[in-house]
């Protein structure tokens, strides 16, 4: 079954009611598109006090107006109101799945939806002022991003001005004769594990996540689930268990182990903080006992959280008290209070050898630009402070010469992280192109890569990229990446795959095994910009390259991963899928609006929503 999110989308698109519905709301999101840019001068979206002053906004309106909105946000969140607005989108939710999921995850979600839109978009203050117009104070004006991305930029140093600082480095390394010593790392995302996994239960039920007791057997045999997975279920723990143990028997052991969250099952109805956490104690405790030697680097993903994706930024998130005291003997003194505290943190890399120092961890917390958290409806601009953050960190690391990996779970740039956040975020990478060496995500649950371009999206600055999920969920074969460091640089030179093929494993041959090398599977010269940039170009001209990607991409699963990339529109897909950094670029080169609500519905009402960034004056 295809997430909620994709379902929704062909909905939107299927149904004539539903896609006259979207057409309208498109239209409203380009006149309020308008508006919001009149807006950067401090007048109201509506703007209505502009054209008729006094009339408009005045001590009267103001106060009627902050009357009429306390007394509706107490009506949003007053009991019977959630209980009926509950049951109401929960019936509207089993058009795609049963009620029994419906009702738990829209209860979950209303908990903190309604308080958050009561004190956000329709609260006295937001809603009177930056949405009506009828009250002055607070005056709130829109923040242009290219401000902040001039300012960044304003000190950028001559050493990187023609924007090719990690490309050149990789030429250093390509014109040594010698053979140079290299470190690894292994990096791990998307576990999924499901302790409720349940062998031949029914694989392909009526709900967004099968093969448990819950599920019961199938009418037909073939869809029963076997042994080892299947491909529309979480993760049984054994392959997990599996994959340890073959990590620690491979001859060359990794040197650290960057794992990027997510690692509870997807049944996101049937949940709590508690429960949760138990899937991340697991793996902690897996992992703690087969690499005790190994220093580990993790951050949760958006499935930890409950309910998912949700994190509050008016206290301190539980969960990072709950998973700080678990991953404390991970945690330096300095890193174990930033990430409690805020979800973030930063750690030199230490342990290999004394002559091997220089370089630097940061684990950011995209929660903060994930645009299925709700509790951004109340945060006008750079929650928790993240990137101001990020800025002085990687200003630190320049003046101490350090270099810098930087690991998270949902990847600045995407779909899923707001467009605000990651434009200026990409201005902080440009900046720091000199200081900052790759970038190794998760979140999608596929091999992919992205090329990091700068401001302007002409010049290739950087890297990022994601190993594959170890969980099955959905249609993907197990996988993990072990990358080779060049131990002077810190650099990634090659990348090495390895997978479980679940169809082999349930036929009675369960194993881990090694699948390539990345710059052997794509005739790279190495893993530069440069020769990312050259591998997008030949998904266009070169036959079968696309395919090989998107065969790899779900790590060649008996579904997605038996298909080809042949066709022009594919291979104009992966080309800019993989040569953009930022989501809306990629909807560029496709040639695709980049708020949509016929053909990209949540995601276009989540940017309308919840950018761009504004402050109070």
Request: charged letters at 25%.
């Amino acid at each position: 079954m295809a997430p909620l999110k994709t379902q929704i989308d062909i909905l939107v698109q299927e149904n004539p009611t539903v896609t006259n519905l979207a057409q309208a709301i498109d239209g409203y999101a380009k006149d309020l598109a308008t508006r919001r840019n009149q807006a950067k001068d401090g007048y109201s979206l509506f703007g209505k006090e502009r054209e008729l002053g006094f009339i408009w906004q005045n001590k009267l309106t103001c106060s009627t107006c902050r009357y009429v909105t306390d007394w509706f946000d107490d009506i949003i969140v007053f009991k019977p109101f959630r209980y009926t607005f509950e049951k109401g989108i929960s019936l509207l939710c089993t058009a795609f799945v049963d009620y029994r999921v419906c009702s738990g995850a829209v209860e979950a979600m209303a908990e903190v939806i309604l308080p958050q839109l009561a004190s956000g978009i329709f609260g006295p203050e937001y809603g009177c002022s930056r949405m009506l117009g009828f009250c002055s104070d607070p005056n709130f004006k829109t923040l242009d991003p290219q401000d902040y991305i001039d300012r960044v930029l304003s000190d950028k140093p001559e050493i990187i001005s023609d924007n090719d600082y990690i490309n050149k480095k990789y030429e250093v390394i390509s014109q040594d004769p010698k053979e140079r010593k290299t470190v690894s790392i292994l990096h791990i995302t998307d576990v999924h594990l499901d302790f409720d996994y349940t062998e031949g239960m029914n694989a392909k039920c009526n709900e967004p996540l099968c093969c448990r007791e819950i599920n019961g057997p199938p009418k037909h045999p073939e869809n029963a689930a076997g042994k080892y997975g299947d491909y529309n279920c979480d993760l049984p723990p054994i392959v997990a268990e599996m994959m340890i143990e073959y990590v620690k028997e491979l001859p060359d052991q990794p040197d650290f182990i960057f794992w990027t969250g997510d690692n509870i099952a997807h049944d996101i109805w049937n949940q709590s903080s508690h429960k949760n956490a138990e899937y991340t104690i697991q793996m902690t405790n897996w992992l703690q006992k087969h690499y005790a030697d190994i220093p580990v680097f993790t951050t949760p993903g958006n499935h930890e959280f409950y309910p998912v994706n949700v994190m509050t930024f008016d206290e301190v998130d539980p969960l990072f008290e709950m998973l700080g005291g678990v991953w404390r003997n991970w945690l330096d003194d300095q890193a174990y209070e930033s990430f409690i505290n805020y979800g973030f943190y930063s750690m030199p890399l230490k342990g290999i050898a004394e002559d091997w120092n220089g370089f630097r961890v940061m684990v950011l917390n995209t929660g903060v630009c994930n645009n299925m958290n709700w509790y951004l409806l109340t945060q006008l601009n750079d929650p928790l402070q993240h990137l101001e953050w990020i800025e002085d960190t990687l200003r630190q690391a320049e003046e101490n010469n350090e270099k810098v990996y930087i690991i998270s779970h949902v990847f600045p740039g995407g779909a899923d992280c707001l467009y605000e956040w990651s434009v200026r975020y990409r201005a902080i990478v440009e900046r720091y192109q000199h200081v900052i060496l790759h970038h190794f995500v998760g979140h999608d649950h596929v091999e992919f890569f992205n090329i990091i371009t700068d401001t302007k999206n002409q010049d290739d600055i950087g890297m990022m990229q994601a190993p594959g999920g170890v969980t099955t969920f959905t249609d993907d074969n197990p996988a993990f990446k072990i990358y080779e460091i060049d131990y002077e640089t810190g650099l990634p030179v090659r990348g090495h795959k390895h997978f479980f093929n679940i169809t082999e494993a349930n036929l009675g041959n369960p194993r881990w095994q090694y699948d390539f090398e990345q710059t052997e599977e794509y005739a790279m010269a190495d893993l530069s910009p440069r020769s990312f940039r050259d591998l997008t170009e030949r998904f266009l001209t070169e036959e079968g390259t696309a395919t090989k990607y998107f065969k790899n991409k779900y790590t060649r699963s008996d579904t997605l991963g038996k298909g080809d990339c042949e066709t022009e529109k594919c291979k104009k897909e992966m080309a800019c899928k993989t040569g953009n950094f930022i989501h809306f670029e990629e909807r560029d080169c496709l040639g695709e609006k980049r708020i949509d609500y016929i053909h990209d519905f949540t995601d276009s009402l989540f940017e309308t929503m919840f950018d761009p960034w504004v402050i109070a004056q």
